[in-house]
DNA sequence: CCCAATTGATGCCTCCACGTTATCAATTCG
DNA sequence: CGAATTGATAACGTGGAGGCATCAATTGGG
């Protein structure tokens, strides 16, 4: 019941309403002509109804044929939309990719790769997520994002990863602070100095760097009040309740009672990464990552 | 090139799509399951990329199959609606009828006629266009038309057609005219009364009525004005310019300083008729016939 | 008025494509 | 570890689509 005819007998009695002939039709089809003639009789058959009115000298649409003509045209015009579409996800031209940032990379060179990469791919359809790097792990593990700018630290095993950044560290102290005129600072002179930081799962990861620079560096800081966002985090600093250290990328957005103060020791720094599943890579999850590849060629260059 | 693949093989993947399991998918479609299985393969070999991903165990649809899973469900619907309207159209359900009706029959049951087969055929496209009698004549056999309602003594050999209803003819007068007061008049007192009348070709066969229902009386009507269409002539016989005969159906649409006297001559009348193309009828047409003569039926046992 | 030419339909033959059965390989349960 | 299920593969047969040759019918020209 109602299922749809044969492409090819479409095809060929579209040909025949477009030439007004069954001759021009099938030389214009490069198949000979009684092909076509069966081809229609065998539609109308199946269709139960006349299509074409035959005069031995001429060919007329029927009214029905003529309905027919037009919206199958349509249809099939959809019909190879569809598999255009289909292939340009297949080959990675569109579809849809999930992008999750943490704080500390949303700062870098992130924002600007997501907008090359959005005029290069205008196909695509990229939605961005605001995400800390632990929880990024998780949600590349489980599929609900397809890549992550993340602390590099954060990376398991599971994931593929990429490093695209570097970045120093800055101390956020209120310009009201005694420490506030320092135009560098050494790491150990914090050693006493309270500490506001983010505690929860979120931090997870970023508490740990700091952690481990401190202690490189012979303290452990002193936890003076907790915050879990970075709104809050600097309205503490701000309060001097205490410092924090954080990306040096972050300096442009920092509010203006909030000095940034780098620190001295050269081998203090975080990485930013990419990452992705490596298990569910789509297509256009394998040019995103390209193209972040392909970017970061020329600032490797530099550097080199 | 971007020809669209079997029908059959994307029925075939959408089922598979469905059912997440080939040998299910062959279950639905009464098929067995290699069957389904080289489908598929024909397909993805054809596109040139993989639709599926599958681990003997588990069927998944990939991006792209996703995408043309959706779609092609889209187009293949179109496509059965196509048909389905295509059939619609040559069973005569639905389709386009563009009807044409005169003056003299515009107020007839013209109107209830096709409004009521409006009712019955909601997918049908009626088209109503004005027209005398004598231009349906050609408009009919140019296919201009497909139907028209028209005074039966313009129709032609060539044309089928059909009575639809027997009208007496009134007399129009401006009711300060001598004559308004009289309730009913025979022809023959009309001698030597002035008519106001249509002359152009438009008006040619009512014309020719008024002129043989005249001369059965024994006179030929004095012609003191002519108009060409029916404002016209009513003015002319507000302003006493002469009378007019006219089908008595037009009674509830005069202006209220016009009276409508019937004649007293008991064979003077004119039939009106609808008229088709022998040559040209869609199905469409045969069914407003049928429906018309239907409509008739009734009328007819009424007076039989 | 008839013959040539063109057009669509038909008969026959071939071959590819699709479907079926039988079987294998791999994974998942009990 | 064996039973069962699932998808892939192989071998085989049939139906349908296309090609060739030909017919029937209409048209146009000499």
Redesign the pocket.
């Known amino acids: 019941m109602g299922r749809a005819p044969?492409l090819?007998?479409l095809r060929?009695f579209l040909a025949v309403a477009k030439a007004s002939?069954?001759?021009?039709a099938s030389e214009a089809l490069?198949?000979?002509?009684?092909?076509v003639?069966?081809?229609?009789?065998?539609l109308e058959a199946e269709l139960g109804f006349k299509l074409l009115e035959?005069?031995?000298?001429r060919?007329t649409l029927t009214k029905a044929g003529a309905v027919l003509a037009r919206d199958v045209e349509d249809a099939m015009q959809l019909l190879s939309r569809s598999v255009r579409n289909a292939r340009q996800v297949a080959c990675g031209e569109a579809g849809e990719i999930i992008v999750a940032y943490s704080a500390q990379s949303a700062n870098g060179p992130m924002a600007d790769m997501i907008v090359r990469f959005r005029s290069c791919f205008p196909h695509a359809a990229v939605s961005l997520y605001m995400m800390s790097s632990h929880e990024q792990v998780h949600a590349l593990e489980s599929g609900e994002i397809d890549v992550g700018f993340l602390l590099s630290a954060a990376c398991k095993g599971s994931l593929g990863h990429m490093v695209v950044g570097r970045e120093r560290f800055v101390l956020l102290v209120s310009k009201h602070h005694p420490l506030a005129r320092r135009s560098t600072i050494a790491l150990k002179e914090l050693a006493d100095v309270p500490f506001v930081i983010g505690t929860t799962k979120r931090w997870e990861t970023f508490r740990s760097l700091i952690n481990s620079a401190c202690l490189t560096a012979g303290f452990l800081p002193t936890i003076a009040e907790e915050a879990d966002d970075v709104p809050v985090l600097l309205q503490l600093v701000s309060l001097q309740r205490g410092v924090t250290l954080y990306g040096s990328a972050v300096r442009p957005t920092l509010p203006p009672d909030i000095a940034a103060i780098p620190l001295s020791d050269p081998d203090v720094f975080f990485d930013v990464s990419v990452a992705w599943n490596r298990r569910q890579q789509t297509p256009l999850v394998r040019e995103f990552i390209a193209f972040i590849e392909k970017s970061l060629a020329p600032i490797d260059l530099v550097k080199g």
Request: net charge positive.
């Open positions: 044969d090819v007998r060929y002939s069954f001759r021009g490069n198949v000979a002509q009684p092909a003639s069966r081809a229609v009789q065998m035959r005069t031995t000298r060919v």
